[in-house]
């Protein structure tokens, strides 16, 4: 009996590490690392640990199309951003004529007044954003100043 239940383990364990990684999903987000996504607010560097993008098909010309991407922190989201799949410097401001910039903490979002986001990779078939950003977020009563932000987002859903 003891050979196999041995016999059946070795092949339980050679079945399992012979299978694809897969995706755990923790709240909707995966575990998987998403590439990087760092930044500063007000001086003090900030490493997300997941982030998301979706990409949504608005059908409404000219531009049809809008880049949302998440980043998340502990569980918690942290970073929000709006943007058209495109290439190129976006000025930040609360429009989606440039990209709308959103930094959250205790509650409290911080939209885009002022700042760029410059997206230098925009891969909607493959899924890959690459850009630097920083912006002043104001919160109507506060603000922050989110600087030297690096965006690597690999993972993305279509709507």
Excluded at 35 to 50: L, Y
Excluded at 56 to 67: A, D, F, V
């Amino acid at each position: 009996m003891t050979q196999r239940v041995l016999a059946f383990l070795l092949t339980a364990t050679l079945f399992l590490s012979a299978c694809k990684e897969e995706t755990i999903l923790v709240n909707g987000i995966s575990n998987n690392p998403p590439g990087s996504f760092t930044f500063k607010v007000d001086g003090t560097a900030v490493t997300i640990d997941s982030a998301r993008a979706v990409l949504y098909n608005l059908g409404i010309p000219p531009n049809n199309r809008e880049i949302d991407v998440y980043a998340f922190q502990g569980g918690n989201q942290v970073l929000e951003f709006h943007f058209l799949p495109r290439t190129g410097a976006k000025t930040a401001a609360q429009n989606f004529t440039g990209a709308w910039l959103t930094y959250k903490t205790a509650g409290t979002s911080y939209h885009s007044q002022s700042g760029t986001l410059n997206l230098t990779v925009s891969d909607t078939t493959g899924g890959r954003f690459e850009a630097t950003f920083n912006f002043v977020g104001n919160s109507g009563t506060a603000t922050k100043n989110i600087t030297e932000g690096t965006m690597v987002v690999t993972r993305m859903t279509r709507q």
